[in-house]
């Protein structure tokens, strides 16, 4: 079946330091991807709307500066925390769909996720 | 986007039936039923999805209200590893973006 896989799977990283975590669709093509964050013990918050060869679209309350997206394929979507603090430390999870969009035929599949911790 | 009404939590004994609640009172016409799950310190996983019929895949089945305004995942033979919080998510016909609730947390007694 289609596969979204996340590198890297846990990442530390220091203070006022930014951090990228790739999402790529192995085998299949998306022009849309999300990015969500999930706290310990809470529910997924959707962060971002990535969209190929365009601006990601952002929640309402996501700084767009600190959390920059770049969809610069039909394979691969990026994640950069900036200047990260460890407020910003959290389980970043992406998604994308397979298959035509028309009715819900699509299955919409997620990566394992990625433990980012900032020090 | 409309939403979806889970207990927190759930309890119940390796291989018996587990019943999930989910209450979508203000479900709209276009709206798709769907169930993911996800597993600790793992991206969610899809579980099946009906609109208006009962639903059955290898996994678990859907039932679905007639009026469809609440739903159920049956899963029929419970294991360790179904342990995990479901979350029941609706979603509009050709739309990928999913919004999620607080979700159930099931627990598997051995």
């Known amino acids: 079946g289609a596969v979204v896989s996340q590198h890297p799977s846990w990442v530390i990283c220091k203070s006022g330091t930014s951090v990228k975590i790739e999402c790529r669709s192995l085998d299949f093509q998306a022009t849309t991807m999300f990015w969500y964050r999930q706290f310990p013990k809470q529910s997924l918050m959707l962060m971002a709307t990535s969209n190929e060869g365009s601006k990601a679209t952002y929640e309402q309350g996501v700084e767009k500066d600190k959390f920059l997206i770049n969809h610069a394929s039909l394979t691969l979507s990026t994640l950069t925390v900036t200047s990260a603090h460890p407020e910003d430390s959290s389980f970043y999870i992406c998604s994308a769909g397979a298959g035509t969009a028309r009715g819900s035929g699509n299955t919409i599949y997620f990566g394992e996720g990625s433990w980012l911790t900032v020090v | ?110």
């Open chain 2, 1 to 110: 986007d409309a939403k979806t009404t889970q207990p927190n939590s759930m309890e119940s004994n390796e291989e018996e039936p587990v019943h999930l609640p989910c209450n979508h009172s203000t479900i709209s016409g276009t709206d798709y039923i769907h169930w993911y799950r996800q597993l600790p310190s793992q991206g969610p996983e899809y579980v099946i999805h009906g609109l208006t019929s009962n639903v059955n895949n290898r996994m678990a089945s859907l039932a679905i209200a007639e009026d469809r305004k609440s739903s159920t995942l049956i899963l029929h033979r419970a294991t360790l590893r179904d342990a995990a919080v479901y979350y029941c998510i609706l979603r509009i016909q050709g739309a990928q973006k999913l919004v999620f609730g607080q979700g159930t947390r099931l627990t598997i007694n051995p």
